[in-house]
DNA sequence: GAACGGTATTACGAATATAGTAATACTTTT
DNA sequence: AAAAGTATTACTATATTCGTAATACCGTTC
């Protein structure tokens, strides 16, 4: 909090960016005063950078009603934040191969603060369809949120703990703290994490966490995907941990010489 | 420029997206001097938003060099602008019907200011690759931009033919202002656009404009697009301006009723 | 068709964030 | 070890943003 009180921290331009990041697949259209509302900026300063978005072809305002849409400038900039990042360009020839060799379905993602973000996927066609999210808070229920769980220091493990709201996706997922401080101890022993349809049903994933090499620090995870429908936890857990392991190996090499 | 000097537009966030806008596949990362220079902001606003931006997310510093790259709030950002832009996911099914129905490449622009920006592309395997730029600025070069300029008012086409530098892409590359005036001219009268290996070699398109039939403006458009390993300009003429048309008007009732 | 409730837009003085110069720290090159 | 480059910090005048409040606009209801 200190730091954004500083003198080299633009507040306007914080504001701005959450407004942006008000669109999305699920919320196309917002009003002005619902932006205010949901932003906290008061509605003068909201119409100010919301004017300034549309001017700048960032957001469009629809004639009739007045509501505000993403504008071209906008498509034009996802474009580039998606293939101009480049961890996304380094980590995905590897997936890809991976994917390749396996035919098996690959999942990847970043650690951001206490969430995951979904980096790159590949999936078979026999893999149940379920919308992805972008953006990943329920690290216990998945396997690459315990992969990454089970290798943060103690402290920082905790941190994330005591905020986390357990949310029961499915009649599998781990129902308290008690529990899914247990599963992390057996993923650390084991070497890799197990979500046995406690995400989604009829969905196994093994998860492995990414590692910076350099900085000794955990950055990401990865994880592969079956259909109960095919697959048993057995045949996985006999077939894949070393599939595994060495995806997560490479994939760490990458984003470490990448300086994440 | 009257409005950008206004209460109601906001310069520092410009600004700011001025910078995010620097980062591309091109140009994954930057330096602050670089940023400084290109954006033409002093070096100490360039440092305070460049920080921000950094604290935020959207940007990662190297520890080592201190060279500046996307980060991870900017991939999702990304994410959610291109699934979030209503236009794509209204234009999407259309292109993807039309693409599967006649096995033929397809793409789709919109106009924005004096550029046509990229907005969905369906591909088949035997189009010769050649990667496409999100903005695109040789409009006399394309089968889309052409289509977008034979359909302009007088006033505007005349205002982008001013500004125009020609580049010669390739042998058949219209050379002169006066030569794509006189295909606008026939463009006009034939009702779609031809490129015939004017932008890339082995490529033959044809281009129709996309209409805002509520406002009656032209907000951009659709081009088919051949190989000339397989199809000759005869055969493209006799079979698929109708293709081409029917497509163009299910386009522009899209997004008509998007309110663009 | 007047009144109402909601939204967007404008006006303006007070509050504060940013600009810009210049000095310092830190790196890399020679 | 000096030089040339880059990044970071200090500091104040100035321009920008904030925030209240007034006004305009639109659609609905009575």
């Known amino acids: 909090m200190n730091n954004k009180n500083n003198q080299y921290f633009s507040k306007t331009l914080e504001k701005g960016l959450i407004i942006l990041d008000l669109f999305d697949r699920d919320h196309q259209h917002r009003g002005l005063t619902e932006i205010s509302r949901l932003t906290g900026i008061n509605k003068t300063s909201t119409y100010r950078f919301v004017n300034t978005l549309v001017q700048l072809g960032y957001l469009r305002k629809s004639v009739n009603d007045k509501s505000i849409r993403l504008g071209p400038k906008a498509f034009v900039l996802g474009h580039h934040f998606f293939h101009g990042f480049d961890i996304f360009q380094s980590v995905k020839p590897i997936i890809d191969k ?155 090499e990458a984003v470490t010489s990448a300086d994440i």
Do not use: W
């Open 98 to 252: 991976t994917f390749f060799d396996q035919k098996i379905s690959i999942d990847s993602a970043l650690l951001h603060g206490h969430t995951l973000i979904s980096l790159y996927r590949r999936e078979m066609p026999n893999l149940i369809y379920f919308r992805l999210p972008v953006i990943m808070d329920e690290l216990y229920a998945r396997a690459m949120g315990k992969a990454v769980l089970a290798n943060l220091d103690p402290k920082e493990l905790s941190a994330i703990l005591k905020n986390v709201h357990i949310t029961k996706l499915t009649p599998n997922t781990l129902p308290s703290k008690q529990k899914i401080r247990k599963d992390i101890e057996l993923t650390r022993n084991r070497g890799y994490s197990i979500n046995n349809e406690e995400y989604v049903e009829g969905l196994i994933c093994i998860g492995a966490p990414v590692t910076n090499y350099r900085e000794k620090t955990i950055v990401g995870a990865v994880s592969l995907d079956f259909p109960t429908s095919e697959y048993s936890l057995d045949m996985i857990r006999k077939n894949y941990p070393g599939v595994l392991t060495k995806l997560a190996s490479e994939v760490s």
